[in-house]
């Protein structure tokens, strides 16, 4: 490779890796940002609707579409604005000649205290960072004659986990489900001759042979009220019972049917 072809590719390369990816994207950028300052300026009733303009879209001088119109848009918007910043300027006429138009504009701008680097040609076609750069500086001004001032964007207090209201219902408090679970099945007990029958209101899947769990420990000392506080542990072991049934097999799908109660048998 010759060194002339050498120097060509690293003065490509390097404005490459100068250039941000998003540069290409800025325009729309800066044309979102004009058209809002529009919106602020009132445009939709004092340009569109007194002037008889067409309103102009949130990209409409960010990309060529019709150079003829655009530039027209342009010099009328551009004068618009110039108003709305306290100076005197007619509006133009599509019959007026456009390169005065265009030098007017420059002069009036420079009047403003701005400074340009580009000539008339720049803005000739209606489009394209200058005219946005020219438009967006033009509305800045109209914004300060109407006394609108920019504030900082107010960033929302943060509040710590310990200062937040708490969700009381929105926690899951596992002693108040078991007291409420415990107060139902109490409800339950029954006493039949020499057996306390305790029904759990449970839906499960079962064999069809009952399952009967019974424990013939020595329960001639405990009273009613022992019996209530261990029946959440019975319960839990019943629980714990059908789970190992299931894992097993013993329970199968073709060969089961549903039982709304479980009744276990506790012999004094």
């Known amino acids: 490779m010759s060194k002339q072809s050498k120097s060509n590719a690293s003065t490509i390369d390097s404005a490459v890796s100068d250039e941000s990816p998003g ?6 950028v800066d044309m979102q940002n004009l058209y809002n300052k529009l919106k602020l ?4 009733n004092e340009y569109v609707s007194e002037w008889r303009m067409k309103p102009l879209s949130r990209i409409y001088f960010a990309i060529q579409t019709n ?9 009328s918007l551009a004068s618009w604005l110039f108003q709305k910043a306290g100076y005197k300027y007619e509006k133009p006429s599509e019959d007026d000649d456009q390169s005065v138009l265009l030098q ?6 420079r009047k403003m205290g701005y ?5 008339a040609n ?10 946005v750069y020219f438009l967006n500086k033009i509305a800045d001004e109209a914004l300060k004659k109407t006394n609108f001032t920019w504030r900082r964007p107010e960033k929302p207090e943060e509040v710590s986990d310990d200062d937040q209201p708490k969700d009381e219902e929105s926690e899951v408090d596992m002693n108040k489900i078991d007291e409420e679970m415990f107060n139902k099945l109490s409800l339950r007990i029954e006493s039949k001759s020499d057996d306390i029958v305790i029904h759990f209101p449970i839906q ?6 009952p399952v009967n769990l019974t424990n013939n ?7 009613l009220n022992d019996i209530q506080t261990t029946i959440l542990n019975i319960f839990k072991t019943a629980k714990t019972f059908i789970d190992e049934l299931k894992t097993t097999g013993l329970l199968k799908r073709n060969n089961v049917y549903e039982l709304k109660e479980l009744s276990l048998a506790v012999y004094k």
């Open 23 to 28: 540069a290409n994207f800025q325009i729309f």
């Open 41 to 44: 300026l009132n445009y939709d």
């Open 122 to 131: 720049k803005l000739r076609s209606g489009s394209g960072e200058s005219v």
């Open 67 to 75: 150079s003829g119109e655009q530039l027209h848009s342009f010099l």
């Open 104 to 109: 007017n504009i420059i002069g009036q701008f």
């Open 204 to 209: 499960y899947k079962h064999p069809k042979k």
């Open 115 to 119: 400074e340009i680097n580009f000539g």
């Open 217 to 223: 420990n020595d329960f001639s000392n405990l009273t």
